[in-house]
Nanobody, 120 residues
Framework: QVRLVESGGGLVQAGDSLTLSCAPS????????MGWFRQAPGKEREFVSA????????DYADSVKGRFTISRGNAKNTVYLQMNSLKSGDTAVYYC?????????????WGHGTQVTVSS
């Protein structure tokens, strides 16, 4: 059974940093690209970042480029999202996802999300 479990969310102040983690299980982690998405209240889910199976290719939404960093540790079966200089607009539920390639939309497996709240 495939499971993706996000952790690391919380309440922070604007300008703070936070690192999200996602620990998948039930499939071969190193064979899948990983992505992070977020959904703010009243808005559609949007792409945040993605990383290839090897970690050699990454992609970022313009809104987070230069502030967020995605990484993965294939030995630990974990993908991370380092978020710096957080803004109130980053408040959302953050989801990790696994898919066949780096993409801004096509993913096979999804986690249940972790809440990030940035107070201004």
């Amino acid at each position: 059974q495939v499971r993706l479990v996000e952790s690391g969310g919380g309440l922070v102040q604007a300008g703070d940093s936070l690192t999200l983690s996602c620990a998948p299980s039930g499939y071969t982690f190193s064979s899948y690209a990983m992505g992070w998405f977020r959904q703010a209240p009243g808005k559609e889910r949007e792409f945040v970042s993605a990383i290839s199976s090897s970690g050699g290719r990454t992609d970022y939404a313009d809104s987070v480029k230069g502030r967020f960093t995605i990484s993965r540790g294939n030995a630990k079966n974990t993908v991370y999202l380092q978020m710096n200089s957080l803004k109130s607009g980053d408040t959302a539920v953050y989801y990790c996802a696994a898919g066949p390639r780096v993409s801004r939309s096509v993913y096979e497996y999804w986690g249940h999300g972790t809440q990030v709240t940035v107070s201004s």
